[in-house]
């Protein structure tokens, strides 16, 4: 029997001052939002990157340029330390993760395993050290990466890589970033309100890789240019795209030492960056100078080099400047890279999507626009079909509908989106169809001669089954395209499924209600949506 | 006041022979689903970014000055960028260029390169929106959305074969297919641009048709326990008549919502809405003249196989 119940006009009430409560902070200035009394919500609606302007930018660590980079310092390592022990090698072969060395007198292979032992390194948190040395049957000798190393080497250089990017972005001032890992080698960044992507994505673009290394002045640069590079040194060129350098491949101190890194001036006053190493670097960096007075090194970094300044003195302080072609604005960029860190990998930006603020804000008018006019034009429409009663209580829920979309995507903050907006404006839609199949089976079950009370509750009975597999295929469409989805696919989706659970809550419900009031204060001897019964 | 409500105009009891013209029907969805599937293929799909990779930007000249297209044309072509299009948008200071990165160079520099030129060529212009898709995503994200149409489309029918029977399952899935192509078809003819947001309004498309075709079967298998002994072709008959209003009602407002959406809601949203409007249009169609014509040449389990179940007898009325 379609009664007034109690409870229904309960949950009725609660919804809507829930939902009241939740929706209200989206029609407040920021300053009234802020002045809510503390038991209220004052989440506004969580509008997208392409509503509210602002910078996404997906990024790819390149992890196999990082193993490939890391197998060459091992093979560098390997190549210095034997020829610094005296024991001549005939070939030193790359291999995935390692190098295995052929020695020039196979006898002496256990003492180059010796050798090879003391560049394991110190075991790490796990208890194993990074490197393996092993001594092969026929007398070659290896070093690798031991399994675990190589195995995790790609999720650290993940998580080290969000780290840096987020204190880069610190450093760029800008509100509110939200840095999200995304699958196995990928980083999601999203920048609200960001007014310059290129600075963006230049301060991220940007391994920021600072090395000291020596300038080889044994060899020809004439010869390394013809293609005969010398296998411990390699060919660069200087920042200015064109001078190139003949450096040592062995890295004397890397930007890891650094503990500050400053914007400072050079002799002529120009700007220059100030550095200071901690304490390992400071002793690297005085030995390596100490012994090569009189020789050039070079600063390099991202593998181009900045200056090859000549070694005056021994450097003992941990402490010096790099001159270079700096402008205040680039030496200051620069600064805020190293002192943020290098990035453990290349980062690649795999996509990039930029919208203005004003074109944001052009979105989100147009998007109310459309909203206003096509409620407007449901509600006329469902009066003009169904008259005040019936109509009008269409509008009821319609309203409530409105609103608890509102106070659901503003309590869960999930993403508007532009095409989020025509989910919405569909939904609006839709969620008089709950209310249009209702009256239909009401019409029928009056004209098949039932009473007015008796048509009530079938159609409504009748009715729910259908309304139940109709939603239920909605949202099972709406459930893969947020599994599925990517970005704006997935804001879409989801206030669907939301709008499909509030649809059907609101137009069911008040109808529910609002139908069994009706009948209790006026009754009815007819329908007015039905023709009298004859 | 005889006229309102509108619903009492509504005649009360339609009695359309929808099945005679299945025929009819059966004939034009063919004809028409071919032509989009030929469609998609030649001329082709014209694929966003998001699906193709390569970068789309949106320039404007300050304080509403012309912007010189061909000069914009001419700056970006000798970049050797291959195919960039430049097209103006709704006043002559604006317009969107587009262009591919070529593989194996950065994303980030050509962008830098292609705005160096265009500033070099017509001076200062801001860009108010900026999309560099690369191939290796643009890839991933095709893929991902082909795979959500071909999910969406098994689950509604195993839903559908779990609620009812297989052969309505069929009738539904033929449905949602129908709708699909059809709606790519729309997009291959209006040379709508296929993006992620396509995606989104086919898969829309498929709940609401689904969403039609629910109703309609269920007043289907309803009539079919209710009436035992009545021909099949009657019975679906009679439901699609008993439905018809209230898939009339709904079809009309959202097609209506959906063109003020199309009118008002600015560029972004036009494709996206036509598409929908268009696929809401088909899926009502579909849900009176693919689903249920299907059930009818399958026949259902009903006691016994009702003779007429046959699709030779298609067309024929069978009553006076």
Known sequence: ??????????????????????????????????SLPGFMPKNALNLGLDLQGGSYLLLEVDVDAMRTKRVDNLIEDVRVSLREAGIATNQIAREPGGAVVTLA???????????????????????????????????????????????????????????VVRRRIDSLGTR?????????????????????PAALERVIGQTAQLTFQMVDTENSIQDALAGRVPPDAQLLIGDDGQTPYLVKKRVLVSGENLTKAEVSADQSGRPAIGFRFDGQGARRFGEATAANIG??????????????????????????????????????????????????????????????AELGADAVQNGKLSTIIGFIIIVVFMLLAYGFLFGGIS???????????????????????????????????????????????????????????????????????????????????????????????????????????????????????????????????????????? | MTWWPLIKVLPQKTNFRFVKYARIAAVLSIVLCTASIIGCFYPGLNMGIDFRGGAVMELTKPDSETLDL????????????????????????????????????????VVARVQGAINEAVGPVTYSGVSVVGSKVSGELFTSGVLALGVAIALMFAYIWFRFEPQFGFGAVAGLLHDVVLTFGLIVLFKLEFSL??????????????????????????????????PLREVIDLSLNETLSRTIITGVTAVMVLAALAFFGGEALFGFSIALMFGIIVGTYSSIYVGAPIILLWGVKRGEIAEDAKPVKLGMASRP
């Open chain 1, 1 to 34: 029997m379609i009664q007034l119940s109690r409870w229904k006009v309960i949950v009725l009430i609660i919804a809507l001052v829930f939902g009241v409560l939740l929706a209200l902070p989206n029609v407040l200035t920021p300053a009234q939002r802020a």
């Open chain 1, 105 to 163: 007198d196979p006898t002496r292979s256990e003492a180059a395993y010796q050798e090879l032992r003391k560049l394991v390194g110190a075991p790490g948190a796990n208890g194993a050290a990074e490197r393996a040395a092993s001594r092969l049957s026929d007398g070659r000798v290896r070093l690798a990466f031991t399994q675990a190393t190589l195995d995790t080497m790609g999720a650290t250089a993940v998580d080290q890589s969000i780290e």
């Open chain 1, 176 to 196: 509110e970033p939200s840095i999200t890992r995304q699958g196995a080698e990928r980083i999601v960044v999203q920048a609200p309100g960001e007014s310059d």
């Open chain 1, 295 to 356: 020789k050039p090194f070079a600063i390099i970094l991202d593998g181009k080099v900045i200056s090859a300044p000549t070694i005056n003195s021994a450097i003992l302080g941990g402490s010096g400047i790099i001159e270079g072609n700096f402008t205040i604005a680039s030496a200051s960029e620069l600064v805020n890279l190293l002192n943020g860190g290098a990035l453990p990998a290349p980062l690649k930006v795999e996509e990039r999507r930029t919208v203005t």
């Open chain 1, 395 to 534: 509008v009821i829920g319609l309203v409530l509908n409105g609103i608890l979309i509102i106070a659901a995507m503003s309590l869960t903050q999930a993403t508007l989106t532009l095409p989020g907006i025509a989910g919405l404006i569909l939904t609006f839609a839709v969620a008089v169809d709950a209310n249009v199949l209702i009256y239909e089976r009401i019409r029928d079950e009056a004209r098949a001669g039932r009473s007015v009370v008796a048509s009530l509750d079938a159609g409504f009975n009748k009715a729910m089954g259908t309304i139940i597999d109709a939603n239920l295929t909605s949202l099972v469409a709406a459930t893969i395209m947020f599994i599925f989805g990517a970005g704006p696919v997935r804001g879409f989706a989801w206030t669907l499924s939301i709008g499909i659970f509030t649809s059907v809550f609101s137009s069911v419900l008040v109808a529910q209600v609002l139908l069994a009031y009706w009948l209790k204060t006026a009754r009815p001897k007819t329908l007015p949506i039905a023709e009298s019964v004859r």
């Open chain 2, 70 to 109: 061909a000069a914009v044309r001419e700056s970006v072509a000798h970049l050797g960028l291959g195919d960039v299009g430049v097209q103006g948008i709704d006043d002559a200071s604006s317009a969107v260029v587009r262009f591919q990165v070529p593989d194996g160079q950065e994303q980030s520099a």
């Open chain 2, 197 to 230: 947001n396509m995606v989104a309004a086919i898969l829309t498309v498929i709940g609401y048709s689904m969403n039609d075709t629910v109703v309609v079967f269920d007043r289907l298998r309803e009539n079919l326990r209710k009436y035992k002994t009545m």
